[in-house]
């Protein structure tokens, strides 16, 4: 199921030569639910390319949301993605289930 997703965030840097994965702002982990090293999808909207990678906690608002390493392949700075992440739970669980949806607003800000 569907758990949390960060939707429409725009890519403020992609650094090559960083350990894989995405590095997102600490507010928008928070009010997406979404905790260091939880794996994720990140589809760019901008270019089709979905990776699957973990997450990295940013700085507190500062909008940041950084593909690190071979990630950083997938998309250019300016670039929109929609993170998510997925979680298993029992059928009936599921069908009362609401994820946490987040749309960030300019400067990547809850």
């Known amino acids: 199921m569907l758990k949390s997703k960060v939707h429409r ?3 403020t840097e992609a650094n090559l ?3 894989g994965s995405l590095t997102l702002d600490e507010d928008l982990m928070d009010a997406a639910n979404l905790i ?3 794996k994720i999808q990140v589809v ?3 270019n089709g390319s979905r990776i699957e990678t973990y997450l ?6 500062s909008g940041i949301c ?3 390493g071979p990630a950083a392949r997938s998309g250019a700075v300016g ?3 929609i993170v998510i992440s997925y979680a298993r739970m029992e059928f009936e669980a599921a069908k009362k289930f609401k994820p946490w949806l987040v749309f960030p607003k300019d400067g990547n800000k809850v």
């Open 44 to 46: 760019n909207v901008n």
């Open 36 to 38: 260091p090293n939880e």
């Open 9 to 11: 965030a725009v890519i």
């Open 17 to 19: 030569n960083y350990i």
């Open 79 to 81: 670039d929109i993605v």
């Open 66 to 68: 950084c593909l690190n």
């Open 56 to 61: 990295i906690k940013g700085k507190k608002g």
